[in-house]
């Protein structure tokens, strides 16, 4: 071979050699089969094994149970996204540029330099046997000169046969060459095949992530003790955080236990409470352990303390801050009405739950020895806390306007129908009999206290011949009573017996006495 055609051809050889080393490898990693299917691939056997394992979980509400099908289910598309680019690549590789260099182009190359290199040795024969003959020839011999005008022929066509073997080897060289490009576009068209398989994939764990984010999000086992308020309230569909609705209904027979919320608990008990109420148990199973009227303050302390946003809310620090250094009691009343107005309802709900049973505490500080100074020192740093802002620690004013003012800053009471818990539990039945008489007795009102909805014709009737035959000072009357004839109670496991705010302004005007 010429040595003007040794670079080039070798240069080609190893563009060869590459191109399939490179065919070589992809297909050994993909593991590629030009007739593989689904069924063959790792994700097919992942989401098979996911499926048949998951079933062993047979409880409702199972956060990994629906988190794993969801993984199978990413499996499965990923399974049929590998078989569609696995079949592209193999066509790809097979069909395209690459293979027909390698299998076609290059051995037709290889052949036709063979024959240039056969035609070449031809030519070098030719010519060495007719200067042999030269060299020998004498001039009167007639017949080695014919003889040498032959292998001069021979010459002649020796040299045109290799000439054009030259040619069409040189020509398929170079014009190889120049298609280097080609065969990378091969390649290329592999990684758009690779980019779009991946970018498949990815929009399959879009579509499903936010779908897992939101099971995690709204699945009921999940600790209590730490979460969100909202959350908390959102996944258990309450309206009243269950360590403080399972603690104060413990705690309603205990507000003459001296020590309380000042005792501490034992610790293993305090935890195992804890580890109780995280795991959603009902209440008919906690109630045991908070027996301990401590066990059960320390469960409302640390469910307080625990809270990523205190109840009060870093939202409303520096309002809270600026109602403690108010001199007048009234001012400090309409201010504290003022930031609760502006709550969500989840926190004032729950802080209204939590001071009036306070209040209830503080009326039997006699016995309990919780008077309004120690239920400050308690309570304040576990209901707002900053660790900017040292004044947050001194809301000694603010609390006790609360405890003074429950009735005025939350008119309605909070009841629990989920374990039959009453804030009223502890009040004089009778007052608040009173005020339902009060309004059953106006009958054109009646439709403006309970919504048409709650309270249809017949249960009207049956609410009025329940007043007029059971007077309050009657056994067998009182509250539960007309609430259970007024199907007053909501259907939800926490709810308000009355709901002011959708009453009409000119009714609440008219009944303000009442109210």
């Not at 062993?56 to 990413?74: C, G, M, N």
Request: net charge negative; glycine share 2%; aromatic share 6%.
């Amino acid at each position: 071979m010429e040595p003007e055609y040794k670079e080039p051809y070798n240069r080609l050889v190893k563009i060869k050699r590459n191109c399939k080393n490179g065919i070589k490898g992809i297909k050994e990693t993909l593991c590629l089969k030009s007739d593989k299917s689904p069924k063959d691939s790792i994700y097919t056997r992942a989401y098979l094994t996911l499926e048949e394992k998951v079933s062993e979980i047979q409880h409702e509400d199972s956060p990994v149970k629906d988190i794993l099908l969801q993984i199978a289910s990413i499996h499965r598309s990923f399974a049929i996204e590998q078989a569609n680019f696995e079949s592209r690549v193999a066509d790809t590789l097979d069909n395209g540029h690459i293979s027909n260099f390698i299998n076609k182009e290059f051995p037709r190359l290889e052949a036709e330099k063979n024959v240039y290199k056969k035609m070449s040795k031809e030519k070098d024969s030719c010519e060495n046997k007719a200067c042999k003959e030269k060299e020998k020839r004498r001039p009167s011999d007639l017949s080695s000169s014919y003889h040498e005008d032959k292998l001069e022929d021979d010459v002649e066509r020796s040299k045109k046969d290799a000439e054009l073997a030259e040619d069409k080897f040189s020509s398929s060289l170079y014009s190889q060459i120049s298609r280097e490009a080609k065969l990378a576009e091969n390649f290329v068209q592999y990684a758009e095949n690779l980019k779009e398989c991946l970018r498949n994939m990815n929009a399959k764990l879009d579509e499903i992530l936010p779908q897992m984010n939101e099971i995690i999000k709204n699945t009921r086992r999940k600790p209590i003790f730490g979460e969100p308020l909202e959350y908390h309230l959102k996944t258990t569909k309450a309206r009243i955080a269950k360590p403080l609705h399972f603690a104060v209904k413990s705690l309603e027979d205990s507000l003459d236990e001296e020590g309380l919320f000042r005792i501490s608990p034992g610790l293993l008990q305090l935890k195992k409470a804890k580890s109780m109420l995280d795991a959603g148990l009902p209440f008919s199973k906690v109630s045991g352990i908070l027996e301990d009227p401590h066990v059960a303050a320390g469960v409302i302390k640390c469910y307080l303390r625990e809270l990523p946003d205190p109840l009060f809310m870093s939202e409303f620090l520096s309002e809270w801050v600026s109602i403690e250094q108010l001199e007048d009691d009234n001012h400090r009343l309409r201010e504290i009405k003022s930031i609760i107005r502006n709550m969500p309802d989840e926190n004032q709900e729950n802080i209204a739950f939590l001071f009036q049973y306070l209040q209830k505490l503080t009326l039997n500080c006699d016995a309990n020895k919780m008077t309004q100074d120690n239920v400050n020192i308690v309570f304040t740093p576990n209901l707002l806390w900053s660790k900017e802002d040292d004044r947050v620690r001194g809301l000694t004013r603010t609390v006790k306007t609360m405890l003074t003012h429950v009735q005025e800053i939350f008119p309605e009471e909070i009841i629990c129908d989920e374990v039959v818990c009453s804030i009223h539990s502890k009040m004089e039945e009778s007052i608040i009999v009173a005020r339902l008489e009060t309004f059953l007795e106006r009958e054109e009102d009646i439709c403006r206290i309970v919504e048409p909805t709650d309270v249809d014709s017949e249960k009207y009737h049956s609410a009025i011949q329940f007043r007029t035959k059971h007077k309050r000072n009657q056994s067998g009357s009182g509250l539960l009573g007309l609430m259970t004839n007024m199907n007053l109670r909501k259907s939800s496991s926490m709810g308000h017996f009355d709901n002011r705010a959708s009453r009409p302004e000119k009714w609440r005007n008219q009944h303000q006495d009442t109210l």
